[in-house]
């Protein structure tokens, strides 16, 4: 089964920084666009950013952009999410998931084929 493994996540105050990482398991598989969602308690799971086999095309939601910075080294199959500036407001558990139909970066979930488990972000005050 296709699974992708999140790291980097762990607690900060706000302000501060974390990289957070996302690559395959084990078996290699076909991958085009890869993105980050989050979830925190009692909201719904929502994009942050996605980026483009190639790096083409790159988007952010509003509440990240100037702040998260996405980014993939694809002789790894690993995309990247560095977060800055970060706000108690960013707590959540990171998931990280790919693209394999297509090349076309999209802030749906449901257009997505391959998911990672999560990781914890904690962002206190």
């Known amino acids: 089964q296709v699974q992708l493994v999140e790291s980097g996540g762990g607690s900060v105050q706000a302000g501060g920084s974390l990289k957070l990482s996302c690559a395959p398991s084990?078996?290699?598989?076909?991958?085009?666009?890869m993105g980050w969602f989050r979830q925190a308690p009692g909201k719904e799971r929502e994009f942050v950013a996605t980026?483009?086999?190639?790096?083409?095309?790159?988007l952010y939601a509003n509440s990240v952009k100037g702040r998260f910075t996405i980014s993939r080294d694809n002789a790894k199959n690993t995309v990247y999410l560095q977060m800055n500036s970060l706000k108690p407001e960013d707590t959540a558990v990171y998931y990280c998931?790919?693209?394999?139909?297509?090349?076309?970066?999209?802030?749906?979930?449901?257009?997505?084929?391959?998911w990672g488990q999560g990781t914890q972000v904690t962002v206190s005050s």
């Open positions: 998931a790919a693209r394999g139909s297509v090349n076309i970066a999209t802030m749906s979930a449901k257009e997505y084929d391959y």
């Open positions: 084990g078996r290699t598989f076909r991958i085009f666009v």
């Open positions: 980026i483009s086999y190639g790096g083409g095309t790159i």
